[in-house]
């Protein structure tokens, strides 16, 4: 697991936890990385790795640890960094983009949920069914080339195990969601969240590569806790 600081003399620090195949150098990530250094922010950003056999052992753990080191005002995080903050024991304020506490319903059948589990495979064998548009408009070619385009059985197991034992998501947490997503549970996020949490943004699952992106990460910086330069530009 990756972690770097960016605008170490900024303040309040935010801990930042990305989705699978985000990377610390992306540039749609170093985009929406400038924008909340530009706010101010002291931002300690997370990279996943993309292929785990052990949910806590890879994921929760270590993310809880750089908390704990680095105790951040706010944690932000998105899509499979949504569904490993889910766990994070914190008095920060959480805000979720996409978060990933339920595979969208289309992406996957029922012989498919049954098998996998039975499939004690830790090699990258599956295909991920994930098409570059559903990401968003402004999605890199390079980025698109880096993301993985298959997954382990044991991977997707523990993703599915930790869906189902998510705890319960506190009240003043803020969801971000995009009706377009087509990657995501909607319903999921639906069941875990009053309609007075969530807010949405144009554009498909990553919100920093959506259509919409400049209009929601200014969305974004306002509910976040005040940076040192009000938590509002963008």
Same mark, same amino acid.
């Given at each position: 697991?990756?972690?770097?600081?960016?605008?170490?003399?900024?303040?309040?620090?935010?801990?930042?936890?990305?989705?699978?195949?985000?990377?610390?150098?992306? /540039?749609?990530?170093?985009?929406?990385?400038? @924008?909340?250094?530009?706010?101010?922010?002291?931002? #300690? &950003?997370?990279? *996943? !790795?993309?292929?785990?056999?052990?949910?806590?052992?890879?994921?929760?753990?270590?993310?809880?640890?750089?908390?704990?080191?680095?105790?951040?005002?706010?944690?932000?995080?998105?899509?499979?960094?949504?569904?490993?903050?889910?766990?994070?024991?914190?008095?920060?304020?959480?805000?979720?983009?996409?978060?990933?506490?339920?595979?969208? /319903?289309?992406?996957?059948?029922?012989?498919? @949920?049954?098998?996998?589990?039975?499939?004690?495979? #830790? &090699?990258?064998? *599956? !295909?991920?069914?994930?098409?570059?548009?559903?990401?968003?408009?402004?999605?890199?070619?390079?980025?698109?080339?880096?993301?993985?385009?298959?997954?382990?059985?044991?991977?997707?197991?523990?993703?599915?195990?930790?869906?189902?034992?998510?705890?319960?998501?506190?009240?003043?947490?803020?969801?971000?969601?995009?009706?377009?997503?087509?990657?995501?549970?909607?319903?999921?996020?639906?069941?875990?969240?009053?309609?007075?949490?969530?807010?949405?943004?144009?554009?498909?699952?990553?919100?920093?590569?959506?259509?919409?992106?400049?209009?929601?990460?200014?969305?974004?910086?306002?509910?976040?806790?005040?940076?040192?330069?009000?938590?509002?530009?963008?």
């Amino acid at each position: 697991m990756d972690s770097r600081v960016f605008n170490e003399s900024g303040e309040p620090t935010l801990l930042f936890v990305m989705g699978f195949g985000n990377r610390l150098d992306g /540039e749609n990530e170093r985009w929406f990385l400038d @924008r909340l250094t530009g706010a101010g922010y002291r931002v #300690r &950003a997370i990279q *996943l !790795p993309t292929n785990i056999a052990d949910f806590d052992r890879a994921y929760r753990g270590p993310v809880q640890r750089i908390h704990d080191e680095d105790p951040p005002a706010g944690v932000l995080s998105h899509s499979l960094g949504g569904l490993v903050t889910a766990f994070l024991e914190t008095s920060a304020p959480q805000v979720f983009l996409s978060p990933w506490w339920g595979i969208y /319903e289309g992406k996957v059948s029922a012989w498919e @949920r049954w098998l996998v589990p039975r499939l004690p495979i #830790r &090699a990258p064998v *599956l !295909p991920i069914k994930t098409r570059r548009d559903e990401l968003g408009a402004h999605l890199p070619d390079e980025a698109w080339e880096s993301i993985p385009k298959r997954i382990s059985p044991a991977f997707i197991t523990e993703i599915y195990r930790a869906q189902q034992r998510r705890p319960p998501v506190g009240a003043d947490a803020v969801v971000f969601a995009s009706l377009e997503d087509t990657i995501v549970s909607l319903q999921a996020i639906g069941e875990a969240v009053s309609a007075t949490q969530t807010m949405l943004y144009e554009g498909g699952h990553q919100l920093f590569s959506a259509a919409g992106r400049q209009e929601a990460v200014a969305e974004v910086l306002a509910v976040l806790p005040a940076g040192s330069e009000g938590g509002k530009s963008i």
